[in-house]
């Protein structure tokens, strides 16, 4: 007789135990190209030219250029279209929604006219770092592989769990002990086990049941911004310092669905099938510091360099997880345990910090005569120096490694390119590429004793970002347009097998953003 055995876990108390990965670390420090429609046309590349607000964040000498006040408002649409090719099975997903990008304010104060300070000028900016909406969808033949042995291996290299843990004569199986609040037991394996998708082979031998089909979906909401706060310099028109306080400010959230049809272990017949459901989100914020120089070197050349360092960020960050898993499989009876009821409802919680890497903006500029400005850019910052702190201030030094030996370094080099014509119009073009920060045989460690119930992840490979965009200067009023266009490439996996095939994974992204200012 079928059976369908259930399980809802949904805590709600503060873990000391593990409950993030060195995914999850890293996901909420990804950003876009944002800010004003100036400075996505060209691509994020103006941190050598400055006098756009939105270089703030990036070099914050970039502020030192402006001559008189400026305020400004960004506003605009965004659509991500998410592509998966899972060996020749290919699905889409798509999410649209508007998008506020920037607003803020540049006062300049001239100091003097020929003497060695020139300006000092100050700037307060909202500008949004990311958009993390978005849906997955991806399924097809797992050839024998499953998510459940995930789960049986948390059992398997597990010493805290015993034979006892899987005495099946028990017929409410976890009646006596609530393990989900037991910082010793991992949710996936207490999960696997209630469910009957594991049982004591897994204990004996890592054993688990090979599955036919996979089908997973997945929807990301949420976004992250910054409030900036400047203070800059201009030294005789060749030389500019500044400095930019930073708040950050992170709302992340995340479900997914993931199904498997599971085998027998001679894959010859269908016993069965499960759903795992997962919900998680995340709060964080955290003040951080950058710094930054743009030099003129010969007077009579428009010629610029720029320098730009921004210091890590401590993140105070709170994780709220719960899962549910409902099984069908032959052979079974089982009658819920109702002791564990109080547990509906809530979410287990954690806190933590989590420690950005520093990152390093080098840049060179060049305004023609004719009106043509260009500038060009690298921008580096090391993935594995990441680093996670559990609430009491102890370093979490197992995904820390885990971090430090599989991310690395993330470049990205920005062209940009402006055009005056007919005095107060002008057409941009941009340009970026992005490439590394996760090496190839990186994957998902989930701790055998953590809260962590979601077992997909992705590997970024690189990304090709192309904008364009439009403005017009008056007196005192401007507006600006652009388009950008985002193609990332990652490869894509629901669970960890070293035989599971990577599904390709392309996210598309249609941003279109107008600015409105006036300078006076």
């Given at each position: 007789?079928k059976?369908?055995f259930?399980?809802l876990?949904?805590?709600?108390?503060?873990?000391?135990?593990?409950?993030?990965?060195?995914?999850?670390?890293?996901n909420?420090?990804?950003?876009?190209?944002d800010?004003?429609?100036?400075y996505?046309?060209?691509g994020?590349?103006?941190?050598?030219?400055?006098?756009d607000?939105?270089?703030?964040g990036?070099?914050?000498?970039?502020?030192g250029?402006?001559?008189?006040c400026?305020?400004?408002?960004?506003?605009g649409?965004?659509?991500?279209?998410?592509?998966?090719?899972?060996g020749?099975?290919?699905?889409?997903?798509?999410f649209?929604?508007?998008s506020?990008?920037?607003v803020?304010?540049?006062?300049a104060?001239?100091?003097?006219?020929?003497?060695?300070?020139r300006f000092?000028n100050y700037?307060f900016?909202?500008?949004?770092l990311?958009?993390f909406?978005?849906?997955?969808?991806?399924n097809?033949?797992?050839?024998?592989?499953?998510q459940?042995?995930v789960?049986s291996?948390?059992?398997?290299d597990?010493?805290?769990?015993?034979?006892?843990?899987?005495?099946s004569?028990?017929e409410a199986?976890?009646?006596?002990?609530?393990?989900y609040d037991?910082?010793?037991?991992?949710w996936?394996?207490?999960?696997g086990?209630?469910?009957?998708?594991i049982?004591?082979?897994?204990?004996?031998?890592g054993y688990?049941?090979?599955?036919?089909l996979?089908?997973?979906?997945?929807?990301e909401?949420?976004?992250s911004?910054?409030?900036d706060?400047?203070i800059s310099?201009?030294?005789v028109?060749?030389?500019?310092?500044?400095?930019?306080?930073t708040y950050?400010?992170?709302?992340?959230?995340?479900?997914?669905t993931?199904?498997?049809?599971l085998?027998?272990?001679?894959?010859?017949?269908?016993?069965?099938d499960?759903t795992?459901?997962n919900w998680?989100?995340?709060k964080?914020y955290?003040?951080?510091?950058s710094?930054?120089?743009?030099l003129?070197?010969i007077?009579?050349?428009?010629?610029r360099f720029?320098?730009?360092?921004?210091?890590?960020t401590?993140?105070?960050?709170?994780?709220?997880?719960?899962?549910?898993?409902?099984s069908?499989?032959?052979?079974?009876t089982y009658?819920?345990?109702?002791?564990?009821n109080?547990?509906y409802?809530?979410?287990?919680?954690?806190?933590y910090?989590?420690?950005?890497?520093?990152?390093?903006?080098?840049?060179v500029?060049y305004?023609f005569?004719?009106g043509?400005?260009?500038?060009?850019e690298w921008?580096?910052?090391?993935l594995?120096t990441?680093?996670?702190?559990?609430?009491?201030?102890?370093?979490?030094?197992?995904?820390n490694?885990?971090?430090?030996?599989?991310?690395?370094?993330?470049?990205?080099?920005r062209?940009?390119?402006?055009?005056?014509?007919?005095?107060s119009?002008s057409?941009?073009l941009?340009?970026?590429y992005?490439v590394?920060?996760?090496?190839?045989?990186?994957?998902?460690?989930?701790?055998?004793?953590?809260?962590?119930?979601?077992?997909?992840?992705?590997?970024?490979?690189?990304?090709?970002?192309?904008?364009?965009g439009?403005?017009?200067?008056?007196?005192?009023f401007?507006?600006?347009?652009?388009m950008?266009?985002?193609?990332?490439?990652?490869?894509?996996?629901p669970?960890e097998n070293?035989?599971?095939?990577?599904?390709?994974l392309?996210?598309?992204?249609?941003?279109a953003?107008?600015t409105?200012?006036?300078?006076?």
């Amino acid at each position: 007789m079928k059976k369908i055995f259930f399980s809802l876990v949904a805590l709600l108390f503060s873990m000391a135990t593990l409950a993030q990965t060195s995914y999850e670390a890293v996901n909420v420090l990804d950003t876009d190209i944002d800010g004003t429609a100036r400075y996505i046309g060209m691509g994020g590349a103006m941190n050598a030219l400055g006098a756009d607000i939105s270089t703030m964040g990036v070099n914050p000498a970039g502020i030192g250029l402006y001559r008189s006040c400026d305020m400004m408002i960004s506003f605009g649409s965004n659509t991500v279209n998410n592509h998966t090719d899972f060996g020749g099975v290919k699905n889409s997903g798509n999410f649209q929604g508007g998008s506020f990008d920037n607003v803020g304010l540049v006062i300049a104060d001239k100091y003097s006219n020929n003497g060695v300070l020139r300006f000092i000028n100050y700037g307060f900016n909202y500008r949004k770092l990311k958009d993390f909406g978005g849906n997955i969808f991806m399924n097809g033949k797992l050839n024998g592989l499953s998510q459940t042995g995930v789960m049986s291996m948390q059992v398997f290299d597990n010493n805290n769990i015993g034979s006892a843990f899987f005495d099946s004569s028990n017929e409410a199986w976890f009646g006596n002990t609530n393990y989900y609040d037991n910082a010793s037991f991992g949710w996936l394996s207490l999960m696997g086990a209630d469910a009957r998708i594991i049982d004591e082979t897994a204990f004996d031998n890592g054993y688990f049941y090979p599955s036919e089909l996979g089908d997973f979906y997945s929807s990301e909401s949420g976004s992250s911004g910054a409030y900036d706060f400047n203070i800059s310099a201009n030294f005789v028109d060749q030389v500019y310092f500044g400095a930019t306080l930073t708040y950050t400010n992170i709302n992340y959230a995340y479900n997914s669905t993931y199904s498997e049809t599971l085998l027998t272990s001679d894959g010859t017949e269908v016993i069965g099938d499960y759903t795992l459901q997962n919900w998680y989100k995340t709060k964080g914020y955290g003040w951080g510091l950058s710094l930054g120089t743009i030099l003129r070197p010969i007077e009579s050349s428009s010629l610029r360099f720029g320098l730009g360092v921004t210091l890590p960020t401590f993140l105070h960050m709170c994780d709220y997880n719960s899962a549910l898993i409902q099984s069908h499989v032959d052979g079974y009876t089982y009658t819920m345990d109702t002791q564990s009821n109080d547990a509906y409802g809530n979410d287990c919680y954690t806190e933590y910090t989590n420690k950005t890497p520093a990152r390093l903006n080098l840049s060179v500029g060049y305004t023609f005569e004719s009106g043509l400005a260009l500038d060009a850019e690298w921008e580096t910052r090391n993935l594995g120096t990441t680093k996670l702190y559990e609430g009491s201030g102890k370093e979490n030094t197992i995904i820390n490694d885990h971090t430090q030996k599989y991310f690395g370094s993330q470049n990205t080099f920005r062209f940009g390119a402006e055009k005056m014509f007919l005095e107060s119009f002008s057409a941009r073009l941009g340009y970026n590429y992005t490439v590394g920060g996760v090496k190839n045989d990186a994957w998902k460690m989930i701790p055998i004793n953590s809260v962590q119930t979601n077992t997909d992840y992705k590997n970024f490979l690189n990304a090709h970002e192309f904008s364009a965009g439009l403005g017009y200067r008056g007196d005192v009023f401007y507006a600006d347009l652009a388009m950008l266009y985002s193609s990332r490439n990652f490869n894509f996996y629901p669970f960890e097998n070293v035989d599971l095939q990577s599904t390709k994974l392309n996210r598309t992204n249609v941003k279109a953003v107008a600015t409105l200012g006036f300078r006076f």
